[in-house]
């Protein structure tokens, strides 16, 4: 009976070690992340205050503590994320995740709000629960607008 059972327990061993090899090989290598040199200054008053807005009490702690943190903030607000008006892709806005679908990345902080209307002085796409660190590009509509949110890749 114990040699049935360690059979069994090495074929389903052997069986899991090539699942998971099989399926490991067929994804792409990602590149690595290339940051350009904009990421070297200070932040700006504005997105500090974009940051802080999100993270709240744990600014210090989450992202000025952390340099690899605060270089992918100031990387994917000065480089990676558009906001363009596109009025003729409203008429397939059905196909692009909207901001509210998206919700708030309020983890940090309970009291974000979502914005009444768009303004782009004081837009932060810091607050929604956006895929910026995905393995693609993403687009969202921002609600009720024409205006859409081009997250690029970090892996280009």
């Avoid at 009976?1 to 389903?12: C, D, N, Q, T, W």
């Avoid at 999100?54 to 340099?67: I, T």
């Amino acid at each position: 009976m114990k040699f049935k059972s360690i059979y069994v327990f090495a074929f389903l061993f052997i069986i899991s070690i090539f699942g998971s090899f099989a399926q490991s090989s067929n994804k792409q290598p990602l590149k690595l992340v290339k940051y350009n040199d904009n990421v070297k200054e200070s932040l700006t008053l504005k997105e500090k205050t974009f940051i802080q807005e999100v993270y709240g009490d744990k600014f210090d702690a989450y992202v000025m503590s952390r340099p690899q943190k605060l270089k992918d903030l100031k990387n994917l607000l000065r480089n990676r994320v558009v906001i363009k008006e596109m009025p003729d892709f409203v008429n397939y806005s059905e196909k692009y995740k909207t901001l509210s679908s998206a919700g708030l990345f309020n983890l940090y902080n309970p009291t974000l709000e979502f914005d009444k209307a768009y303004d782009k002085d004081n837009f932060n796409v810091l607050k929604y629960n956006l895929e910026f660190f995905g393995r693609g590009s993403r687009i969202y509509r921002i609600d009720n607008t024409n205006y859409f949110i081009i997250v690029k890749s970090q892996h280009q």
